[in-house]
């Protein structure tokens, strides 16, 4: 008898366990700790998780780990025993000499503490205590001087602890293994009984509870390698004071799942398998039946540690670790196998009755599942059902050619009748889809709509297959098929079909807009005019679409997972996303129910159920930036960060401070260079890539959003790339000026040659100028001399030395600017003066000059280009007026303008054209004229200002000549020496 108990209990405890281990498939087991030994879990007041294994440490935000190792600074990599204190500081314990601690993620040595294997065990105020493994020394610490010093033990008492809620130490008597409560001034608060012991495991710093032991009866404990070595198993003769009050639980055999560190829970399990938790000393219900309903056989278990987000560290024996979310709780799986105890059906249609769901299976029998409870078989259809419904208290199966009803009691269906029938399936092929709505069956067969009412509503002209149908709110009978999307208006029977919505899977409706999922392109929303609205989930293939009538929420079942919507001013909204690997069973989507606390999702292999409390959290994370690598070099440390020119490819290593899923995140960066504006761009991926950066201060921020949580919490680092020499500010001036200097240096060359070029040419020109005047007119002089000779002989004294004194000034004037550039107008003036009063000599009609000067000009400061005139004035007097008797006039005028002199050298003459001698005064004197508008030209370009010769020919109104006009511009410069210019 008693094996066959125990055989049932066995076969009982199979079955149970393989359910459960079923339901554990959101079990993340942590890959990047699957070749490590794994011996404490510690948590920080920032959400982080520390791991000590016996590969150094591993920081864990949710989604990364940061590992640190003997290349960072830790004095081994079997680190086995840390523990945070109040500063979050993460104390390190091993089997090496000394203290040592990380802080913001750089590990930190406590100079002078050589101590072997010791360990943080506890604060008081701003003092550390630590404990030296196997044996009884026990240290301080104080946070201002940070000097370790050993703590005194008087009289064989021992310190073991201190509780913070009764402000009292816990020393040990160690001869008589007495223990005492002593105040802060070391007075006796109270004496234990020698029958009572005080063991750390359990209890903690806001409770202090003593074992009793029989006195005759030694207490029997099995200790085990955890460290530090201290009891974990306990068999006591009776029930403690610790576990009082708890019903139903055995506490004569008990053992310790929590982490020594963990000083907020503890936790216990006994032989009957369930487990108690308490929490900072008070009795947690809710996290004992959580851990006791874990699926796992507790004598393995090492430890199990509860962070801040009440997700489950589990330790194994091992040293092997696993992480059990939070939502492990609130995502069940059950197999059909568990719920209708045979794996080879399934349901195919479902709907929600009280608190159990009514479902029909491929074996066309119809059960009640209740999924705490043994489900009941309430009937089996004989004729092929494709769908049920329900009414009230009524069943409303869709089957073959009718439709028939049923009341629905408490274990079996009863029959009521068939009330309507449908077309025969001979002719059709059978119901394809149905839809209840408003106690009305509308079916879709092959290319017919119709409801039990009317019978065939539509045919439509087509050798066509419909699959999927549905009637919205405003009475139109949407069908859909791998080719179109078609809407029957019931109220004009009048049939619109879209060829362009193709591979619908699954129909559904939002007031009068219509929800499409198909296979390839996504979901849609759209309106009965076929107007798409929104094109959702492209790369997704939708399964199935339902709307939750109670929270106005959109559940969207696709390859990928539940996507959850909300419904507003005709757009949704996306809130959730639930992948698949969080727990749904995976296969083709029979059907989706849902109820005020679930979500039912009903599959080909089982029943998934998604708590809405869970659906509807909001989520909540931060990015972290974890690191950089540059060109292949991993960098953790990213303040004041400067890089060589060729270190300029980099990757960026992100990831979301979450213990929810990242994919209901969307993250953003943006990577500016030299202060440039920020453009911010999605990323999907944890790494970003940077290939061939140029010079410049980068600036690189990121943030990330939750579907629910539009905060923004950004991270932001600077890096800057040196440039080469030849790509920096500095040597791009350097450059400038050298090509400033050497532009300078060449055009200063050209300038030189240049006006080595102009001076020979304006040399060639004066000597030519100087030739002519010192060659004279051979006439001029010859006929001066004849006239001379003539007023030696025939004329007075006084007229002869007139002649002689006149004749010796132009000369002496001609040799005194013959080597000059420039003269003032007034010699220039006064040696046409001198030339004219000889002509005038030699003639008895003599030439008269006069000048018109503009009263502005200063003839004796104002500069000419040397003998500029004077070959003008005398063509006019040997070209012009040699040939007219009397009235032989003049003039020269002289006129300022803004920035030039203009000379006018006007004769009455015969003009140009009546004298055609080509004697050699001709040449000389036109020679002398072409010299001059040489010189002209030549100070043209040489000032680049205005220098001009124009001769006019007068004549009177019969075209009959009356003289010549010479107007000559000059630029007013205050030197005409060329070598001026080039200085």
Request: proline share 2%; net charge positive.
């Amino acid at each position: 008898m008693k094996f066959i108990k125990l055989l049932v209990f066995l076969c009982a405890f199979n079955q149970l366990w393989a359910q459960e281990q079923y339901a554990t498939k959101n079990i993340r087991t942590v890959r990047e700790l699957e070749s490590v030994l794994t011996y404490t879990v510690a948590f920080d007041r920032n959400g982080y998780t520390w791991l000590a294994t016996d590969n150094g440490i591993y920081k864990f935000n949710g989604t990364y780990y940061k590992h640190f190792s003997m290349k960072d600074g830790l004095p081994t990599n079997d680190i086995f025993y840390i523990k945070i204190d109040s500063e979050d500081r993460i104390w390190l314990t091993g089997y090496f000499k000394g203290l040592y601690y990380i802080k913001k993620d750089r590990i930190f040595k406590v100079e002078n503490a050589n101590i072997q294997s010791a360990y943080y065990e506890f604060t008081k105020q701003d003092t550390l205590f630590f404990s030296e493994h196997l044996k009884n020394g026990r240290y301080f610490l104080t946070n201002q001087h940070f000097e370790i010093k050993r703590y005194p033990d008087k009289e064989n008492l021992v310190l073991v602890n201190y509780h913070h809620a009764l402000q009292a130490y816990v020393f040990k008597n160690a001869a008589t293994n007495e223990f005492y409560l002593l105040n802060d001034q070391k007075k006796v608060l109270k004496k234990f009984a020698s029958n009572e012991r005080y063991y750390s495991l359990l209890s903690n710093p806001f409770s202090i509870n003593f074992v009793n032991i029989h006195q005759n009866q030694q207490e029997n404990y099995t200790a085990t390698k955890r460290f530090p070595f201290e009891i974990q198993n306990f068999t006591f003769q009776k029930s403690q004071p610790i576990f009082a009050g708890i019903a139903g639980f055995n506490s004569k055999r008990v053992q310790l799942l929590s982490a020594k560190n963990d000083d907020v829970y503890k936790i216990y399990s006994n032989a009957d398998r369930k487990c108690i938790v308490f929490e900072k000393g008070i009795y947690n219900e809710v996290l004992s039946q959580k851990i006791s309903s874990l699926p796992y056989n507790f004598e393995t278990i090492e430890s199990i540690s509860i962070d801040k987000y009440e997700n489950f560290w589990i330790i194994f024996k091992g040293n092997t670790v696993q992480f059990i979310p939070k939502s492990f709780f609130k995502i069940k799986q059950y197999s059909y196998n568990q719920l209708l105890g045979d794996h080879n059906y399934h349901i195919k249609s479902a709907f929600l009755y009280e608190h159990s769901l009514i479902a029909l299976t491929s074996t066309n029998e119809v059960f009640q599942i209740d999924f705490t409870n043994k489900s009941t078989k309430l009937h089996t259809f004989n004729d092929k059902t494709s769908a049920i419904y329900r009414s009230g208290n009524q069943l409303i199966a869709v089957q073959t050619n009718k439709i028939a009803y049923y009341k629905i009691q408490e274990n079996s269906l009863e029959f009521l009748g068939i009330q309507d029938r449908l077309i025969p399936h001979k002719r059709t092929g059978g119901i394809r889809d149905s839809y209840f709505k408003n106690g009305d069956i509308y079916a879709i067969q092959k290319n017919i709509i119709q409801n039990n009412t009317s019978k065939s509503l539509y045919e439509i002209k087509a050798d066509l297959r419909f699959n999927n149908i549905l009637v919205t709110d405003n009475q139109s009978v949407v069908v859909s098929n791998e080719e179109q999307l078609g809407i029957y208006h019931l109220n004009n029977k009048q049939f619109v079909a879209s060829h362009s919505i193709k591979f619908t899977n699954t129909i559904n409706h939002i007031n009068d807009l219509i929800l499409v999922g198909t296979h390839s392109n996504g979901l849609l929303l759209i309106t009965q005019n076929f107007k798409i609205l929104q094109n959702l989930l492209p790369n997704d293939n939708i399964y199935k679409i339902i709307k939750d009538s109670v929270s106005n929420q959109l559940f969207v079942v696709t390859n990928a997972g539940l996507y959850v919507y909300n419904y507003n001013n005709k757009k949704l909204h996306l809130t959730r996303i639930i992948p698949l690997d969080s727990g749904i069973i995976k296969g083709k989507i029979n059907d989706i129910l849902s109820d005020s606390k679930n979500l039912y999702i009903i599959t080909q292999q089982g029943i998934t159920t998604i708590a809405k409390d869970f659906i509807n959290i909001k989520i909540s994370g931060e990015i972290e930036i974890n690191h950089i690598t540059v060109n292949d070099h991993k960098i953790n440390n990213l303040e004041s960060l400067f890089l060589k020119r060729n270190q300029n490819n980099i990757s960026i290593q992100t990831s979301i401070k979450t213990m929810n899923n990242t994919a209901d995140f969307v993250k953003y960066y943006s990577l500016s260079r030299n202060n440039q504006p920020d453009d911010w761009k999605i990323f999907t991926e944890n790494e970003l890539f940077f290939k061939e950066l140029a010079p410049g201060t980068y600036t690189f921020k990121a943030y990330s959003q939750s579907y629910s949580d539009k905060t923004k919490n950004s991270k932001s680092f600077q890096f800057t790339i040196k440039p080469y020499f030849w790509e920096t500010t500095f040597f791009k001036i350097l450059v400038f000026i050298a090509v400033i200097l050497l532009t300078i240096l060449v055009l200063y060359i050209i300038r030189s040659k240049r006006a080595k070029d102009f001076n020979i040419r304006l040399k060639l020109i004066n000597l030519e100028m100087k030739a002519l005047r010192a060659q004279m007119n051979p006439h001029f002089i010859f006929n001066t001399l004849n006239n001379m000779q003539s007023s030696v002989l025939f004329d007075d004294e006084i007229k002869v030395n007139n002649y002689f004194a006149k004749f010796a000034k132009l000369l002496r004037s001609t040799l005194d600017i013959v080597n000059k550039e420039h003269i003032t107008l007034a010699d220039e003036m006064a040696y046409i003066n001198s030339y004219i009063a000889i002509e005038n000599l030699k003639t008895n009609q003599p030439i008269n000059l006069t000048y018109t000067i503009d009263e502005s000009i200063d003839t004796t400061t104002t500069k000419v280009p040397v003998m500029l005139l004077q070959p003008f004035v005398e063509n006019a007097v040997i070209h012009g007026l040699s040939d007219i008797n009397d009235d032989k006039q003049l003039k020269i005028t002289i006129k300022k303008q803004t920035d030039a002199i203009i000379i006018a050298i006007t004769d009455n003459g015969v003009g140009r054209n009546a004298n055609k001698n080509t004697d050699h005064s001709t040449l000389h004197t036109s020679y002398a004229t072409k010299i001059v508008q040489n010189r002209l030209q030549l100070y043209k370009d040489l000032f680049k200002k205005e220098f001009s010769c124009e001769i006019v020919d007068l004549v009177d109104a019969n075209n009959q000549p009356l003289g010549t006009k010479v107007i000559l511009n000059i630029a007013i410069i205050d030197s005409f020496n060329v070598h001026n210019i080039f200085k």
